[in-house]
């Protein structure tokens, strides 16, 4: 096989491509722009209208990323990292889309990305080592090598609750917000779901709703984002030192420059010390700041709780009713198992009159009536209802897709009882298909577009070396697999993570498997990994020569 040997794209039907990508996210828009550097033809299928992925879809009121804006950027084009600014602390969704369009138009990625289109089904031929996917606008297409780059949080999940389409007013998702927006101005709303895109756009709701009902089934920690304009002289100096800072992200557990690891446990500290460590990171506001306080919040339940009894003695300063705040107040997970989420006014909200809280666990909601909706104790009639009930993460994009490898087997089979994968990269018996940030790596817990650049770089490289070898196909063994699997499992028991019912391990999602699906055991460590599997020539893949049938482990 030689890229140089393949049909021009000039002469290649449109149908037929050398790589196709599925997503145009901040992955999926690397992956083209690395892609072309290889000289490939490459065919790009959205199901969204526009670039973006998760930006495009999420455009519910005070939709803000998590990860500070000069960290939240690509790194691989120096030009790019010093033209663009900044204006906040935390990039808004709009400024982020805005951001990603930018991109896209600088590096003239939209000529080979079909928008509106879904993918929904594909499988591997083994005699011609190529896949073939169908999609919904432009029939089959086929390449030898398939990205999918479908994102982890881009399936949303409405919740079934009987009688949804009888309710009279309007209902929306936070994942799938109308772009023209929504005014709430004099309507009774009610909001179901307090995880992030609830904690965001709440504050902002409750100020132009006659009257807001929040239906809460778990508290959640939450800490102040301390969000403010971006200075002049902070975004130069960043910028100034952006090489040293994306190098020293490379070597940090999330992905994430400018935290020095802690050194010391929770228990060597004085309690008089613990409170003036969490005191100046709630100042400091930033969820990664405050899990560096200590170096074992994450290991040890007994450290762990003093940082989480730390929040919750802040929750009942901010919420002036006494009841109100003990509902606010997180018991069933330890500070930091479940994303920790960034507010700025949410706690503060529910001091307004026009905003109540409902304990949706002690009085789950029964079904969805037309004027409103009811639970086990009250009716509640609304004009609008906000479901911020979150996503089928991880697996939810993947499954979606009728997929079946080299033997028939489906995905859906293989992942019955949990995803499966070598370094969330590849999936034994599903040859040149690649994950960008697959389940079994670090995806949601780094820094996500450094994730995503690593991954991409690490699948062009290896397309990189078997142009140079003639290799036409390649896939994970079996034991590579298990192993990996075995490992990440390890890692993940070994931290406080499981002990939460979250969506890192599907619990959001009814009858999914509970299996701990992102790596923790470190960006840092897992990069060390991928690197030294690559430098031994991808040990633990097997692959294939042209014109030779064997399948032989390198």
Partial sequence: ???????????????????????????????????????????VFEAGGDVGGTWYWNRYPGCRCDVESMEYSYSFSDDLQQEWHWPERYGTQPEILRYVNHVADRFDLRRDIRFDTRVI???FDAASNHWTLQTDRHGAVSA??????????????????????????????????????VDFT????????????????????????????????????????????????????????YAERRRAALATPFGIAGHPPPVKSALEATQEERDA?????W???????????????????????????????????????PAVAELLLPRDHPIGTKRLILDTGYYETYNRDNVTLVDARSAPIEEITPAGLRTTEAEYDFDAIVFATGFDAMTGALLDIDLHGAAGASLKDKWADGPRSNLGLMIAGFPNMFLITGPQSPSVKAQMILACEQHTDWIVDCLGYMESHRLVRIETTQAAEDSWVAH????????????????????????????FMPYVGGFDRYKQVCDEIAAKGYEGFTLTAAKTLALEPI
């Fill in 283 to 321: 100042a400091e506001g930033g969820s990664i700041s405050f899990l560096y306080a200590y170096n074992d919040l994450l290991l040890n339940k007994a450290a762990n709780d003093t940082a989480a009894e730390f929040v919750r003695r802040k929750i009942r300063g901010l919420v002036n009713d």
């Fill in 1 to 43: 096989m030689s890229w140089q040997a393949s049909a021009s794209v000039s002469e290649k039907p449109a149908t037929e491509f050398d790589a196709i990508v599925v997503g145009a996210g901040v992955g999926g828009l690397y992956a083209l722009h690395r892609l072309r550097g290889l000289g490939l033809n490459v065919g």
């Fill in 186 to 241: 004099g309507l009774r709303v009610g909001v179901i779901g307090t995880g992030s895109s609830g904690v965001q756009s709440i504050p902002l709701i409750a100020k132009q709703a006659k009257h807001l009902h929040v239906f809460q089934r778990t508290a959640n920690f939450i800490l102040p984002a301390r969000n403010a304009a971006l200075d002049a002289g902070t975004e130069q100096r960043q910028k100034a030192e």
């Fill in 144 to 181: 030898r090598f398939c990205i999918m780059a479908t994102g982890n949080l881009s399936t949303p999940r409405v919740p079934d609750f009987p009688g949804l389409q009888s309710f009279a007013g309007k209902w929306y998702h936070t994942g799938l917000w109308p772009h023209e927006g």
């Fill in 121 to 123: 089904s594909g499988h």
């Fill in 277 to 281: 460590a969490y005191e100046a990171k």
């Fill in 488 to 515: 990440n499992n390890e890692v993940a028991n070994s931290t406080l993570y499981p002990l939460a019912n979250s969506w890192y391990m599907g619990a959001n999602i009814p009858g999914k498997p509970r299996i």
